[in-house]
């Protein structure tokens, strides 16, 4: 169930133009071969961004988080 | 099956909510309010709702990593289309729900929801509730994704590792753990995990 469940989650935001690049990235490949499309600290700096953007975004009450207006 | 009021369409598309929504310039707080205001209206007609899939890893990175459609897990398929179109959203055959006028793509996935329910959180827009799939199930979905399905593991990749990073909240590493071991990617999640570091 949780196969099907997520098999379905996947074909519905796949991108079909990178399906066939992609592809070549078989079982056993590291994740830096995986990650080799970035520029080093890349990913570091839109993840860092990604936390600057959500704090500025939300504000956390009680576990609840409110999008400030 | 249930049918919404008669008049429900023109009440919903011309309501200081839905016009505030529409003139909304921002696309990722487009998304979010709109949302929050269609999960009320459901929850009004008794159906619960929950945010999966990209959408859902769209608000936990702020629009950082962003996808194209919004998957929702409702608890009635049919009550949810039907709002859906009365929201002015047309069905295509791929069976997703597009608003031109919103510029909104939704997926309505009938439950049941495969997460932890309790792991759920709760964001707030407006009057608004929202409930969005914990972080733990997304970055699994994500891991599985880049390990098993191999359709962009780069992507999946990166979206699990941001969301290591900044989930909301505190991570459940019991419940990732458990999580990544019943579906076979403790290896990816270590692999992501140490990514960062």
Known sequence: MQAKRMAKIVQL???PS?????????EGKDINEIMTKRVPGELSALVTSSQIAFNNIFEERGGTFTLRM | MVQLASGARTRLKSSQEYREI???????????????FFTEMLK????DAVLVGGEAIDVYTAGTFSTSDIDLVVSNKAIAEQLLNKFGFEKKA????????????VQVIAEPYSG????IRTFRVK???????APEDLII???YSAKFWKSNPQRDMEQAIALLRVSPGKIDNKYLNDLAKKNDVMDYLAKAGAFLL
């Open chain 1, 13 to 15: 935001d796949a991108d």
């Open chain 1, 18 to 26: 990178v399906v066939s690049a992609s592809a070549e990235l078989g």
């Open chain 2, 22 to 36: 529409k003139q909304e310039t921002d696309r990722f707080r487009r998304r979010l309010r709109f949302l929050a």
């Open chain 2, 44 to 47: 009004r007609n008794n159906v």
């Open chain 2, 94 to 105: 791929s069976g997703l729900w597009l608003s031109q006028e919103l510029i909104i793509v």
């Open chain 2, 116 to 119: 932890d329910a309790s792991k």
């Open chain 2, 127 to 133: 009057d608004y509730e929202l409930k969005i799939a």
């Open chain 2, 141 to 143: 979905n994500r891991l």
